[in-house]
């Protein structure tokens, strides 16, 4: 199994670094026949420098690929992993763009920038497919084995059955016919195994039965498991300690973060402030109504505070008073709303709230008292991701999507407040530029997924009660 796992990792570099080295000729040949033609005009230098700016670029593509993920082969879908490797490429040509314009001096002609981009996303789709291809006959989907409790598996194996290429649930088990049972079962020719929703004790004694004879394990984590993977390991005494602490962010953390927060969204207050105009005069023609929706949202230590968006729905939208999340197909949102909320042009005007110090640009993102009060009486956990400011993006919008279930956002949340740096900062902020065009992350909740989702909840708070 190690020795299959090498060479899979062996393969997936080798794929990897040969698409990025595709995509690096290429702009090598726009480069010498366009791009060192306009700066040899202004500078000159030898073979060294062509060196150091194709190392550059091949350095940047390759760090925006792993950013983005578009060096995932056979982890993502396909299109995933186009469109990941169509953001990297965009992002870093931007960058190489502006780095040739302060060379010569001057705004340079974006058309060859334009042509190589197009001849590199051709490439990219080329390249994905095939090697998608090869991949999965070489690496056929991980045979796996599902230990269960008593909580319904129908959503996880939903969720597995979404990447066939990736996984196959081969069998399952009910930890109810006996640990000694399934640790047998988990031995018999599988992958891997999945354990789902069974007590901590039985949890724990499979695991380590696992870990213990090379049993690969996939693990959907407890509330407390994210809260330990953000724990500090001391060295005090001749044991080790975990130390999870009773704040969330260092006190230089909190002054990086405001400082940050503050820069930009001055800058972009400032850039988008032609498109918040013109989408403001929009509004405002389509109905007459309000161009601004104000909102009572939560934000640290639950401290209430008003949301400010662009109105995407008609002005009658909560006539009777009720909050509700929007659904799929919701006909409460305006055509104008509709285009808003997918170009995520509605956000905008929560710049205004991140310069008062109301938001941040990464954090969990600020739900309604009413909403949280719902989530509270069957999840009390919720309160947990009031720990830190609410966000513009955050962690569950970056690797969930706007209908993945409260409980699980609490997860991603937690994820982020646990692991908190200055570094996923940035990152999250490069990934919500991907997130901005995935069509995934702006679809509604379904139908009946309204507030707490208080039965499912309720299935897993009695689930879980069971490991007290």
């Not at 340079?108 to 197009?118: I, K, N």
């Not at 009773?246 to 400032?270: G, H, N, P, T």
């Not at 601004?292 to 008609?314: H, P």
Request: aromatic share 12%; with cysteine.
């Amino acid at each position: 199994m190690k020795q299959t796992e090498s060479f899979k990792r062996i393969i997936q570099l080798l794929m990897s670094g040969v698409g990025v080295a595709f995509q690096v000729l290429m702009f090598s040949y726009f480069y010498f026949n366009y791009f060192f033609v306009w700066i040899k005009e202004i500078m000159t230098y030898y073979e060294k420098g062509h060196a150091l700016i194709l190392s550059m670029y091949a350095f940047l593509l390759f760090s925006f690929s792993g950013i983005y993920g578009g060096l995932r082969i056979g982890y993502m879908k396909n299109s995933e992993l186009i469109f990941s490797q169509i953001i990297s490429t965009f992002v870093t040509n931007v960058v190489a763009y502006a780095v040739v314009c302060l060379m010569c001096r001057r705004p340079v002609s974006a058309t060859e920038f334009l042509e190589m981009m197009l001849c590199q996303a051709v490439i990219g789709f080329a390249w994905i497919l095939l090697v998608s291809l090869l991949y999965k006959k070489i690496f056929p989907p991980r045979q796996l084995l599902l230990i269960h409790g008593d909580r319904p598996t129908a959503s996880i194996i939903h969720k597995l059955e979404s990447r066939k290429d990736k996984y196959e649930v081969k069998s399952t088990i009910n930890i109810r016919e006996g640990e000694e049972k399934v640790c047998k079962e988990a031995l018999y020719g599988y992958d891997a195994v999945v354990i789902w929703d069974i007590p901590s004790k039985e949890r724990n004694n499979i695991l380590k039965f696992c870990y213990g004879h090379g049993v690969r394990v996939y693990i959907m984590p407890k509330i407390s498991d994210v809260i330990l993977s953000g724990a500090e390991m001391l060295h005090v005494f001749d044991t080790p300690i975990l130390l999870t602490r009773e704040y969330s962010l260092r006190m230089e953390q909190r002054f990086v973060k405001r400082l940050v927060d503050l820069v930009l969204s001055i800058v972009l207050i400032l850039i988008t402030s032609p498109i918040m105009l013109i989408t403001a005069i929009v509004i405002k023609l389509y109905d007459r109504g309000p161009v601004i929706y104000k909102q009572v949202r939560c934000t640290k230590d639950a401290r209430e505070f008003k949301i400010l968006k662009f109105r995407s729905m008609r002005v009658d939208a909560e006539r009777d008073g009720v909050a509700r999340l929007a659904k799929a197909k919701d006909d409460r949102i305006t055509p104008i709303g509709k285009f808003i909320r997918k170009c995520r042009i509605d956000e905008l005007p929560q710049l205004i709230n991140i310069f008062k110090g109301d938001m941040s640009f990464i954090g969990p993102r600020p739900e309604r008292p009413e909403i949280i009060r719902q989530y509270l009486e069957t999840m009390p956990e919720f309160a947990f991701r009031m720990k830190v400011k609410a966000g513009l993006a955050g962690y569950a919008q970056v690797y969930g999507k706007y209908n993945t279930t409260p409980y699980d956002k609490l997860k991603l949340d937690l994820c982020y407040i646990e692991k908190y740096s200055i570094w996923m900062d940035l990152k999250l902020m490069l990934l919500t530029f991907k997130v901005l065009f995935w069509p995934d992350s702006t679809e509604g909740v379904a139908e009946g997924q309204i507030t707490a989702l208080k039965e499912a909840i309720s299935e897993k708070k009695s689930a879980e009660e069971k490991d007290d």
